[in-house]
């Protein structure tokens, strides 16, 4: 009985797997099935009797006109440091060969791109290409169709890498020209022209991209002829497109970052002189952070030797942040100076008090010595010896008086030389940079921008 069961079950799942495979070829039955008329396709190993793909095609005879089309599919990369950008594209190019037509139908016959290898296709190469290559997944990204009167439309589909040579006098604020560059390799303008598609009014793809760093504004097709003195001269198509930079992320990652270092230096101004420590490691650090926010910025860029507007503005704000730290070791000069000039001037006042208390005891002890001395002479002399001690008290009134003035031009002398090396107050210092230092740092903002956005 199992035995049985098992041999039932097998033909089921053998009925159901036929099922299954009648029911897949039903669905491509359309494309293998027997009854498709094939009667128009062209013989093609007559088409290839007698071709010879390595010569062009009418040979001897005028130059083969080949028509070029681009559709972009993508624009990866653009790297300032390499100066490159990475691009993808259909490349399509079209021209006649008379050995291939046919006249059996009117039909455009498709071929497989295998078939590639055994036509001759134009040496069509990218000049400005540091690297380039075919897509071959899951088979070989080519196309050929081939018409009836012998027009071959070959595309194909290419990644290159692309050198673009860019002037960063403006970067971020910079505009860019990158070219594509198709020429002939081998075939000088005796053999081979290229000229633009009339299709090819404008690029298919690339007013849908989206760069996360540029925005193409623009672009246009140029034909030019080469002239190589050893060579001959080569026929060239560029498409050359115009790219102007996104400020966007740096005026976050770079601008704002260094005007909040800026405006964070000033807050010094408002602290007391007194707080050594504080201001100190306040500019120090500003100083410090505003150039590892130099070095970092500049790490993507290339080691060029033209100064850049981002460069402009780093040391804009690096100077304003280092003058912030020179006020503030100015102001405690001052600060410090001014103390001991007062200092020096309250003891050149005691000592000089000190002195002159001194002379008044001299002369008071003097006066009390003369008035004794006037006593006795009063009471030994008579009124005839008088006159003679008259004189005594007006030439010490004299001396003492001399002595005054003296002291006083020698107190105005050291009050004028006070006067002249007085220093500016540390506070006025500090109350002139709150306003000097952010209106000029305004106006140079001002003028920056004014003359790399115009």
């Known amino acids: 009985m199992e035995a049985l069961a098992f041999l039932v079950r097998l033909l089921a799942l053998f009925v159901g797997g036929k099922q299954l495979v009648r029911a897949m070829l039903s669905d491509i039955g359309d494309y293998v099935g027997t009854d498709i008329e094939i009667s128009w396709l062209p013989n093609l190993d007559d088409l290839m009797k007698g071709y010879a793909r390595n010569f062009r095609p009418g040979i001897g005879g005028p130059p083969v006109n080949v028509a070029m089309a681009i559709e972009v599919a993508s624009i990866d990369h653009i790297s300032e440091a390499n100066m490159e950008y990475t691009m993808t594209v259909f490349l399509r190019q079209s021209w006649r060969d008379d050995r291939l037509s046919y006249n059996h139908t009117n039909k455009t016959l498709g ?37 009836p009167d012998g027009v071959i439309l070959y595309s194909s589909r290419i990644t290159s890498t692309v ?24 075939y000088s303008s005796e053999d081979i022209v290229y000229h633009w598609s009339e299709s090819q009014k404008y690029i298919h793809g690339l007013d849908k991209l989206e760069l996360s760093q540029f925005t193409i504004t623009d672009y246009r097709f140029v034909t030019e002829m080469m002239n190589f ?40 101004f408002w602290i007391s002189q007194s707080a050594v420590p504080a201001r100190v490691s306040l500019g120090i650090t500003t100083v410090l952070t505003m150039t590892t926010l130099m070095v970092s910025a500049r790490s993507s860029l290339p080691r060029a030797s033209a100064i850049k507007a981002l460069d402009v503005y780093f040391w804009i704000c690096y100077v304003f942040v280092f003058a912030a730290l020179i006020e503030y070791a100015f102001a405690h000069y001052n600060a410090d100076y001014s103390k001991k000039e007062k200092a020096k001037v309250k003891s050149n006042k005691s000592a000089e008090s000190m002195v002159k208390n001194g002379k008044q005891a001299m002369v008071l002890f003097s006066l009390s010595v003369t008035g004794m001395n006037q006593g006795l002479l009063i009471s030994r002399q008579n009124r005839a010896q008088r006159p003679a001690e008259t004189p005594t008290e007006p030439q010490e009134e004299a001396e003492t008086r001399s002595a005054r003035v003296r002291r006083a031009e020698r107190e105005s002398s050291q009050e004028k030389k006070c006067c002249k090396c007085k220093p500016i107050d540390a506070d006025t210092i500090d109350i002139y940079a709150r306003a000097v230092f952010p209106f000029t740092f305004a106006v140079v903002n001002v003028i920056y921008w004014v003359a790399y956005t115009m």
Request: proline share 4%; charged share 25%.
């Open 163 to 186: 050198a673009c040579d860019m002037d960063l006098t403006k970067y971020p604020m910079d505009e860019q020209e990158c070219m594509l560059d198709l020429e002939s390799y081998g």
């Open 111 to 147: 071929l497989d791109s295998r078939f590639v290898d055994k036509l001759w296709l134009p040496d069509t190469f990218i000049v400005n290409a540091k690297s380039a290559w075919f897509h071959d997944v899951t088979v070989e990204n080519k196309l050929i169709r081939l018409q």
């Open 229 to 268: 003195k050893s060579a001959g001269r080569f026929p060239r198509l560029s498409l050359r497109f115009q790219l102007r930079r996104n400020r966007g992320v740096y005026i976050i990652q770079s601008y704002m970052p260094s005007i909040l270092l800026v405006a964070m230096s000033w807050v010094s």
